[in-house]
């Protein structure tokens, strides 16, 4: 009654880079999985590559399935499209799986290790980098809402810190030091940039103190020399965290003379897909914080491996979310779950506005704690209207 029995996919031609999946099985259940990046590229893997070989397997075989799609003959352990497809496919099976038991996703994966999982706000605006092309953003730049916060850090960081606070955010990330990358490739940042680079970090605490943590993202942009002068000068800052400093995330080494050479924890990654990348960062004690994104690293299957991992190491957890709202509610699950998790990472942009527009469901957050999801399963689905709108790509594999 578990057979799989059809793959559907749904692409929004004004979000490319998204993509969202739903499973059929014999019994009329339908789990829904979700990725990021290339959307037409991972509908041609699922429907053209994956979908031929999932039909009439059991749904309940998570761990098999995933050990197909990830190794060694589908996605030869990269993070490339064939991973970001199986982590599509993961992510609903497991939402399949809660639903068989009628219970929550997290308590399917074992039960929580905590009652709620705290927050913090990615401060990107209302479309941020979903549009399938990245813009570097000023202090300039016309904002367009009151959440777009990516134009309020680099316009005057302290009133949004005060903001979030007032919304019971007691965390945020930024990155400020983007634009001063593509001028060199990221491999040099000048003293005048750095300078202003740093001023949104000099607003927040001159504004609030110590009473907000403060992540630094650098996106993968910078070389090594770069990366080690920004992180030493963050060091007066108190930052939380500085995210993927490098432009080589798996480069084990680099990230462990990088850590060795400056105060402020690293963090990484959500770029990495499969398990592989990340014991060999924390082998070489490369990393201070552990980031998954699920639709990513290969799924719930994959991904509590990781965790797992991270707590073997004594690191904690943080899932990724600024992509989709099936992620985010995956992520949270992940988060509840797992033992090392510390945060969520939610973006206030996107729950006020389009996230609500695709599911039924998002997470409640309360006093900056997310709360555990009660439906069973992922605890979310796709609306009618979404699946109604013009123009949405939909396409079947029976």
């Not at 593509?182 to 103190?209: C, M, N, T, Y």
């Not at 992620?327 to 006020?352: D, F, K, N, S």
Request: proline fraction near 6%; glycine fraction near 10%.
């Amino acid at each position: 009654m578990s057979t799989i029995t059809c793959l559907r996919t749904y692409r929004m031609p004004d979000r490319p880079s998204l993509i969202w999946l739903e499973i059929e099985t014999r019994d009329g259940l339908v789990g829904l999985g979700e990725t990021f990046r290339g959307g037409v590229s991972v509908e041609a893997c699922l429907h053209g590559e994956l979908a031929p070989w999932l039909l009439g397997r059991d749904a309940r075989h998570m761990e098999g399935i995933s050990r197909h799609l990830l190794t060694p003959y589908v996605g030869y352990n990269s993070s490339g499209v064939e991973v970001r497809s199986a982590s599509a496919v993961d992510i609903a099976l497991w939402d399949l799986a809660g639903q068989r038991q009628g219970v929550p996703l997290y308590q399917a994966l074992g039960g929580g290790a905590r009652d709620s999982v705290p927050v913090y706000n990615t401060c990107a605006g209302y479309a941020f980098n979903t549009n399938g092309k990245r813009r570097d953003i000023g202090a300039a730049d016309e904002s367009e809402g009151p959440y777009d916060d990516q134009v309020a850090f680099m316009r005057d960081a302290g009133a949004l810190a005060e903001s979030l606070l007032a919304e019971g955010y007691k965390a945020m990330k930024i990155w400020p030091f983007d634009i001063y990358a593509p001028a060199s490739g990221g491999h040099l940042i000048s003293l005048p940039d750095l300078e202003k680079g740093l001023q949104p970090f000099r607003q927040i605490r001159e504004a609030v103190g110590n009473r907000i943590e403060v992540m630094c993202e650098l996106h993968s942009l910078f070389g090594g020399h770069s990366a080690l002068r920004i992180c030493q000068a963050l060091e007066e800052y108190n930052v939380f965290w500085v995210e993927d400093p490098l432009c080589k995330m798996d480069d084990a080494a680099s990230l462990a003379d990088l850590r060795r050479r400056t105060r402020v924890p690293i963090c990484g990654s959500e770029t990495l897909g499969g398990l592989r990348p990340f014991r060999d960062l924390l082998a070489q004690d490369a990393l201070d914080v552990v980031m998954l994104d699920l639709a990513w690293c290969g799924g719930f299957t994959e991904g509590r491996k990781i965790a797992a991992l991270a707590q073997a190491y004594n690191k904690p957890l943080a899932p990724h979310d600024c992509t989709g709202p099936v992620t985010l509610m995956a992520g949270l699950h992940m988060a509840l779950h797992a033992p090392t998790a510390i945060y969520q990472e939610v973006v206030r942009a996107t729950l006020a506005t389009w996230y609500r527009d695709i599911v039924t469901d998002l997470p409640v957050i309360t006093a900056g704690m997310a709360q555990p999801p009660a439906l069973a399963g992922l605890g979310t689905r796709l609306t009618e209207a979404f699946k109604q709108q013009p123009g949405l790509i939909v396409r079947e594999t029976r």
